[in-house]
């Protein structure tokens, strides 16, 4: 059973440019959620995506989009970019749809570290 | 508006001690709470959940309690090893988890 693996692990911009950001879900699961985690803060939830579509958005800028594909890998998509959209960028994948009760178990990557000069 | 909040950025217990960790929440509406381990380059990896319907959980050496009327939680690990040393997250659903800032566990041998 393969984990969750995100690319590239390390990444530096400037301002201004725009960064994409890959990841592939575990094998079985069908939904995933990105998280951003600023130093010294918990991961905060950006979005999740099932079936291909945006099923539930944080408390973040349009700048910041997403896509799934068929095979459930993901991207995420930042425009613009700010100083303060350094941090590290976890994806998770679970096996949850839209009834999104219960305890939702994430299985997460390492993550993808955002450096914004 | 940070609706889960951990009040201890860090902690530490001796090795075979029992280690206590702290969350509280403000959101009435979290029907089930998680706790994630983190060690450095690595993501978060679920430990243990716990029900609004119960007010404790235990697997091993770890038990999560939950006290509703106070919107507290906690993690005891007993007895602590060194492998225990990592970053604990505090996590609360529904629809989408929501962490807490995580506090730093350092068992010392």
């Known amino acids: 059973e393969t984990g969750v693996t995100q690319s590239p692990t390390h990444l530096i911009k400037t301002r201004g440019q725009q960064v994409t950001l890959r990841c592939s879900s575990q094998?079985?699961?069908?939904?995933v959620s990105w998280y951003q985690q600023a130093l010294g803060q918990g991961p905060q939830f950006i979005f999740q995506y099932y079936r291909e579509e945006e099923n539930g958005r944080g408390n973040f800028p349009p700048r910041f989009s997403g896509l799934q594909f068929p095979n459930y890998s993901s991207e995420l998509n930042v425009n613009a970019l700010e100083l303060d959209d350094s941090a590290l960028y976890l994806c998770a994948s679970s096996s949850m749809g839209r009834a999104n009760s219960g305890a939702n178990v994430l299985t997460f990557g390492a993550g993808s570290r955002l450096t914004v000069l | 508006d940070q609706q889960v909040k951990q009040n201890s950025p860090s902690l530490s217990v001796q090795e075979g001690r029992i280690s206590i960790l702290n969350c509280d929440y403000t959101n009435s509406m979290f029907d089930y709470f998680l706790w994630y381990k983190k060690y450095p380059a690595e993501g978060p990896t679920f430990l243990i959940s716990?029900?609004?319907?119960?007010d404790k959980n235990e697997d091993g050496r770890f038990t999560v309690f939950l006290n509703k009327s106070a919107k507290h939680l906690s993690l005891h690990i007993v007895p602590s090893q060194p492998g225990d040393s990592a970053v604990y997250f505090c996590a609360a659903n529904p629809e989408k988890l929501t962490f807490g800032t995580g506090t730093r566990l350092t068992i010392i041998p």
């Open positions: 094998s079985g699961h069908n939904t």
């Open positions: 716990i029900s609004s319907i119960k």
